[in-house]
């Protein structure tokens, strides 16, 4: 009997052990599974900005809100890189490449430069961009309609003509306007291109002001500052990141600016018929979405902002001693502050 209630003990203690076993092989392929599932369920996306500057970030800010209200957001479902070249156009190169050998789902490359950066290093994965001037120019795309390869995204052109109208506005009697732009940005000589023609028509005349670096910010300023009615300031990531050096001695030499965007007015900019940088950005979030949910790229054609919003510095309006007249007031934003 002993012999029989030992063998019966032993029986059921390696059933118990078995049954354990099996339970915790049964956990523990559940839990891997579940793991592979939400690995599987995480979006990667590599983010590539030229510089911080206020523009760029809000077209940032704008395309992560977006994606949030699309449900991905970052901490559960989404797992963003984000990279600043800190305007080294290198830079941007190699951090597309870094993006690729990471197999990011999906790249957001801010500037004309971190697109193409993208373009040349991935034919695979697709690459929204955002705040571009004109992708056919840049080479990213043939056919902003129905773009051809991997890479669609929103156009930042600024109406040129309309901004120098505005400046014509204030500055009835302007017959030269300085246009300061970055002769390495593809961006800032299509526009200055663009500013040429529409000057024909309103009897002023362009003067170029060309810089390539922050150093020659504050010489090639002085040097033609004193020959221009006012100073038209494009798109330009070099030149938005400088904005307190050329409103300081815009202001000293009593020039006011036209600028293409908010932060521009509140860096010391006058006015501008200005593009909202974040509704930019949270347009292409929405194509990014739309694309990692299956849409082709073909069918996602490249997209610009239709409004622009009259914005005015009151601040430098009174510095400066300009009128501005009534009819701009009334339907302009008013902002204060800068230089």
Sequence with gaps: MV?????????????????????????????SGNSNNNSQNTISIGISQIAEHPALDSARAGFIDALKEKGYEEGKNLKLD??????????????????????????????????????????????????????????????????EGNVTGTSDLTPVAKQLELGKTIFPNARKVGILYNTSELNSQLQVDIAKESAKDMNIEIIEIPVTNTSEFEPALNAKIK??????????????????????IAMNNKIGIIGVDEPMIKNGALACEGLDYYK????????????????????????????????????VAKKLGVNIPEELLERAALVKGAE
């Design 82 to 147: 984000v990279q600043f070249a800190q305007g080294d156009i290198a830079l941007t190169t190699t951090i597309a490449q870094n993006f690729v050998s990471q197999k990011k789902d999906l790249i957001l490359a801010i500037s004309t430069a971190s697109a193409q950066s993208a373009h040349n290093s991935t034919k695979n994965i697709p690459v929204l961009f955002t705040a571009v001037t004109d992708p056919v120019y840049a080479g990213l795309l043939k056919n902003p309609d129905a773009p």
């Design 227 to 248: 020959n221009i009615d006012f100073l038209f300031l494009p798109s330009d990531n070099l030149v938005a990141s400088n904005m307190p050096i050329i409103s300081r």
């Design 3 to 31: 012999g029989k209630k030992h063998f019966t003990s032993l029986s059921n203690c390696l059933g118990l052990v078995s049954f354990l076993l099996i339970i915790t092989l049964f956990l523990s392929a559940c839990s």
């Design 280 to 315: 930019l950005g949270h347009q292409t979030g929405i194509m990014a979405a739309e694309i990692l949910e299956g849409k082709s790229i073909k069918d996602a054609p490249v997209s610009m902002l239709k409004e622009t919003q009259l914005i005015i510095n009151e601040d």
